[in-house]
């Protein structure tokens, strides 16, 4: 495997191999000893889906600053577990109540809504666990580090704590720092925490460390700007999930908020932002970094 | 705070001064930067109630072992949040439907389901964000064992894979093994990881560490069978939670397997058990434990 970052024609390519060898190693660690029910639905829940920019993000960042690719894929693996429990949870009745996910039925229409609710229970556990090898493979300082910044992004200071602001913002006018600080909890903090895991993998200066996280901030509202954006503009089938959810669920967005072209330059301008922080980062080796924030901005789901 | 074990005339007293320690650092602890409205639910799942018998296992077996008492506070209080979380998962009407636990209406009820589910989720995170502090108070490599313990204890390996079995056991005749391996993950593996957890929190022969394990295990499951026995013989009143629960919903039970009179003898025998790995335990300071494992015996509720 490649350990260099590779420019924006070169990256098409990573993409696919870095995604080809998460799937891999998540199938792998997902969860072979669990009871057959619970196993089925964890599985179903993590493989053969998604765009894994989280573990995109660990990868790239951690080939950046020349980490230790071992701890990069768990890594990786872990934060795209917790972000997989969160949407196993987020699509029960009780909350989002979506029927698609990826194109296919969500876990509890699958699986039913209890299997779902542990499933997603027990992928949160095993993103803990895989950061905490009895094998050696992290280094224990680095495991730390690792699972207190997973904890402290997905916990309610961030994912978790932006989910409750949102339940709290249906049908409130919000205005944009409010918007923005739930956001930066909900999908904001995760997105960093990719970022700043990848960037734990080595030794960095305060300073590098600190422009990574601006890095990963802007990257992480733009995700969200984006998401607003293609809510309204794109179709249920090329999202893979249900679209119009959040103007049907009274919620506020971006597009509501700015409306969508000022939330497409909007999300143009974090773009900027994120790109400004990795040229003043010190590190030479930023191009998949570069080209991920470009994927973020252009995707079409 | 006393160091020291206590034999069983002084337990009450003991005990309720660790339970006031641990539920001043529960209140300390959960989860003052949380937005309020998830702040509140997670405060109202986990303050106020509960025997707090896992904290007490951590407590008194550091005690025992004159392990590090700040690892052992934080190490009680993040074996419970894991075990509130499960009962506020637990409660939901899509697991068991249950409207009273602890004598107060459940947090769904109180809360609504979608912040009883994110309460849930943000607890679990929690209990290892607890274990991970940055602060210094627990020594980096053993923050790794017990973060590592917990993470085993109640995931798909553990509690979250008995819960699963147990869903798949609605109707189902089991035989005696088959329920004994459901419980030694759905309630066995958090008590056990209790002990263990205390354990760690010092410097033991492989032989004492392996004896306190089997106390952890021989004590889980006499707790489960004690259970079985509450279920049709104590009242709601009592119990603070729904009693009769587990006939209603066709749930295979040691009772139903054994009959009530000889699952009673049962609980003994594994109290006796649990005892004499105390006593081959090489420890000198087990009176706590001892007390602790006859008062799961002998509870009402």
């Known amino acids: 495997m490649s350990t260099a970052t590779v420019d924006a024609a070169r990256f098409p390519v990573w993409r696919e191999q870095q995604q080809a060898r998460v799937e891999q190693a998540l199938s792998d660690w997902v969860s072979p000893t669990a009871p057959v029910n ?20 660990v990868l790239a960042c951690s080939q950046a600053v020349a980490g230790c690719p071992a701890a990069a894929l768990r890594a990786a693996c872990a934060v795209e ?34 299997l779902a609710l ?14 905490l090898p009895e094998d050696g493979s992290i280094e224990p300082s680095l495991a730390l580090v690792l699972a207190r910044l997973l904890a402290r992004a997905a916990g309610a200071d961030g994912m978790a704590g932006g989910q409750a602001q949102d339940l709290a913002s249906v049908g409130v006018k919000l205005e944009q720092p409010a918007l ?22 080595a030794t960095l200066s305060a300073a590098t460390t600190a422009r990574l996280a601006d890095y990963g901030a802007h990257l992480g509202l733009a995700f969200q700007v984006v998401d607003d954006v293609l809510d309204v503009s794109a179709d249920s089938a090329t999202l893979g999930k249900t679209a119009g959810k959040d103007a049907a669920d009274d919620k506020p967005t971006f597009v509501s908020l700015l409306g969508l ?16 922080a990795l040229q003043h980062s010190g590190l030479s080796q930023t191009d998949t970094l570069h080209a991920l924030a470009d994927w973020v901005g252009r995707r079409a789901h």
């Open 118 to 131: 542990l499933a997603g229970d027990a992928l949160q556990t095993l993103a803990f666990e895989l950061l």
């Open 180 to 201: 923005e600080a739930m956001h930066r909890r909900k999908t904001g903090a995760l997105l960093q925490a990719s970022v700043l895991m990848g960037a734990a993998t």
């Open 81 to 114: 577990l917790i972000h997989a429990y969160s949407l196993v949870h987020d699509d029960l009745p009780c909350m989002d109540n979506d029927v698609l996910r990826r194109g296919k039925p969500t876990v509890h229409v699958r699986y039913g809504q209890a």
């Open 38 to 57: 619970l196993g089925q639905a964890m599985r179903y829940a993590v493989l053969d889906g998604g765009k894994r920019l989280r573990p995109l993000l």
């Open 261 to 276: 072209a000022q939330a497409q330059a909007y999300a143009e301008r974090l773009l900027d932002q994120a790109h400004a």
